[in-house]
Structure formats: C-alpha cells, structure tokens
C-alpha cells in the first residue's frame, strides 16, 4: 500500500537517508540504555520510575506540514517534546524515537527517524521499529486509557510494517520500539488544521 508510495517520496529526496535495520531488536548497532527516568518535559511524571512503570505525555501536537515554527514532527520521550524542525539540537538525535509524516488525507505515518521518507538529516539517530497499521481486533483504541503497566506493552508484536493512515481512521494507535528497546503505544485522536493531536505511553 504505501511501497509504491514511498519509492515516489524517496526519490524526492536530495540526500542519502540512512538504512533501516531490521529485526524486533531494532538492529544490532543500537547502544544500550543507560537512562533511567524520561526526561524535563511536561506530563513526564517525574523522577523515580520503576521497572514496570508507564510514562504517559499528552496532548502532543504533531505538525502536519514541515518548517512550522510553532509544531514539530520528530519526538522524544527522554525529553517529552516534539521538535520544530528548526529546533531540534544535534546532540538530541539519539533520543528522538519517531518522526511524523504527513503525505495527504490518506497517508500519514509515523516512521523511525532515520527512515528514507524523513526531509530532515537528524544526526546520530537510532532505528526505531514502528507499526502504523493495528488491527481492532489487536489492540483497542479504546484499551490505551487503561494501560498502567509497562509489562502490558512488552507483550505487543512490534514490527516495522510500512503502513500508513488516513484521517477517516482516526482515532488509532501506533506501536513503537525505539533504538534503546524501549516499547511504546501513540494514541492518535484528532486532526486540526495544521498538526495531528496524540497522546504517547511509553515504557521505563
């Protein structure tokens, strides 16, 4: 569905994008973690989190064109935000877990932030597994609310599977693994004019 999509979009492109690995693990490259608690950013929840603990940030508002000074596209859930494309430091690219793309009404998906689609070069990015397409009968959107346990997350399947979405499925979720193996679900609930609003639980 979006390959045919995506050879077009690639090839738009005026840079060398990095190449995905694949594989659950997100690749063999990727370091381990060494953070412990998400970071300063609002609905972070604070310090001291546990094996099994949920961190939940909410509201996020994810830029549906590129260059908007006021929305962003790439996010991290070390530092809680989404970056305007202009402010996003060069050191942070490790932490940055998924970039928002929007191509049209009927494509838009989330994608590892040094995937062939992603406009910007972001250095020292990771690999992040994403699943864009989630059937119901999968996991309810519904059930995003109620999850408090990091243990409900790490039983998901995670796979990078090169879907997208349209407005008229809204809302959905979005599964995540980014480079630290670190799993996550984006809830995404509402289209405004200029960003898509989600609401992001991730594992820590």
Same mark, same amino acid.
């Given at each position: 569905m979006r390959k045919y999509f995506l050879l077009i979009a690639a090839i738009a492109l005026? &840079?060398?994008?990095? /190449?995905?690995?694949?594989? !659950?693990?997100?690749?063999?490259?990727?370091p381990g973690d060494t953070t412990s608690t998400p970071g300063n950013g609002s609905g972070s929840g604070g310090g001291g989190k546990t094996a099994d603990s949920v961190v939940t940030f909410s509201d996020l508002k994810f830029s549906l064109t590129p260059g908007n000074e006021s929305y962003? $596209?790439?996010?991290s859930s070390f530092k809680g935000k989404v970056y305007p494309d202009?402010?996003?430091?060069? /050191? #942070?690219?490790?932490? %940055?877990? %998924? &970039?928002?793309n929007n191509f049209g009404a009927n494509y838009m998906f989330f994608a590892s932030a040094n995937d062939a689609t992603v406009d910007l070069k972001i250095p020292g990015t990771l690999t992040t597994?994403? $699943?864009?397409?989630?059937? !119901?009968? /999968? @996991? =309810?959107?519904?059930? @995003? =609310?109620? %999850?408090?346990?990091?243990?409900? +997350?790490?039983? #998901?399947? %995670?796979? /990078? =599977?090169?879907?997208? @979405?349209?407005?008229? =499925? #809204?809302?959905? !979720? !979005?599964? &995540?693994?980014?480079? @630290?193996?670190? $799993?996550? +679900?984006?809830k995404v609930?509402? #289209?405004s004019t200029d960003y898509v609003i989600a609401d992001v639980k991730v594992t820590y």
């Open positions: 005026t &840079f060398a994008a990095c /190449t995905k690995e694949s594989g !659950v693990g997100g690749g063999t490259n990727n962003g $596209r790439a996010f202009k402010e996003i430091p060069d /050191t #942070l690219g490790k932490y %940055i877990d %998924i &970039f928002f597994l994403v $699943r864009n397409y989630v059937p !119901v009968d /999968t @996991f =309810d959107v519904n059930a @995003f =609310d109620t %999850i408090m346990h990091a243990s409900t +997350i790490k039983k #998901l399947t %995670i796979k /990078t =599977d090169d879907q997208s @979405f349209a407005t008229a =499925d #809204l809302p959905m !979720v !979005v599964f &995540f693994q980014n480079g @630290f193996g670190k $799993r996550g +679900i984006i609930k509402a #289209l």
